[in-house]
C-alpha cells in the first residue's frame, strides 16, 4: 500500500504542476481526435475543464463518455521525459453549486477575470475519471515506468 501511495503522491505532483492535457476521443466511426485543454484538479485526481458543446471532442463525448488523455512536462532532452497518460470516463457537472465551485477555481487558475464570463457561462463543465494511470518518468531511469488501475 505504501508503494501505490507513493506512486499516486507523483501522479499528483505532476498533474497539479501542468494545466494542459491532450484529450483523445472518437466519434461514431471510430474516428479518433486530440484536443488540448487547460485543466483543474481535484483531491481524487478528476481534471475538469470547460468547453462549447459544439466542439469536437464534447460531440464525440456526447456518443460516448470514455477518453484517453496524457498530461507531459515540456523538454527538449530525453532524460527529463515525464507524463502521465490515462484512460476513464467523462461526466457533465450541470449542478449549479459544483459549477460554481470548479468554474471560480478554474478562472483563478488561469487569470480569467470577467473577460470571458459568458462563453464560460455557456461552456459545459466536464469531469474526467482516470480508472487506469501510466506513468513514465525518464529521470529515473530511461523507460521508467508503473501503471496503477483504480
Known amino acids: 500500500m505504501r508503494k501505490e501511495s507513493e506512486q499516486l ?71 527529463e521525459i515525464c507524463g502521465v497518460q490515462m484512460r476513464g470516463t467523462i461526466q457533465t457537472i450541470a449542478d449549479p453549486a459544483q459549477r460554481a465551485q470548479f468554474i471560480g477555481a478554474y478562472c483563478q487558475r488561469f487569470n480569467l477575470g470577467s473577460v470571458l464570463r459568458l462563453a464560460i457561462r455557456r461552456s459545459t463543465l466536464y469531469r474526467f475519471h482516470p480508472q487506469w494511470f501510466r506513468y513514465i518518468d525518464n529521470s529515473v531511469r530511461f523507460g521508467y515506468a508503473f501503471e496503477l488501475t483504480r
Open 9 to 79: 503522491k507523483s501522479i499528483s505532483a505532476l498533474l497539479r504542476a501542468q494545466s494542459t492535457l491532450a484529450l483523445a476521443t472518437a466519434d461514431q466511426d471510430g474516428v479518433p481526435s486530440v484536443a488540448p485543454l487547460f485543466y483543474i484538479l481535484d483531491e481524487d485526481l478528476n481534471l475538469y475543464w470547460l468547453s462549447s458543446q459544439s466542439s469536437r471532442h464534447s460531440r464525440n463525448l456526447a456518443i460516448n463518455p470514455v477518453a484517453s488523455a496524457t498530461v507531459y512536462r515540456q523538454t527538449e532532452n530525453w532524460k
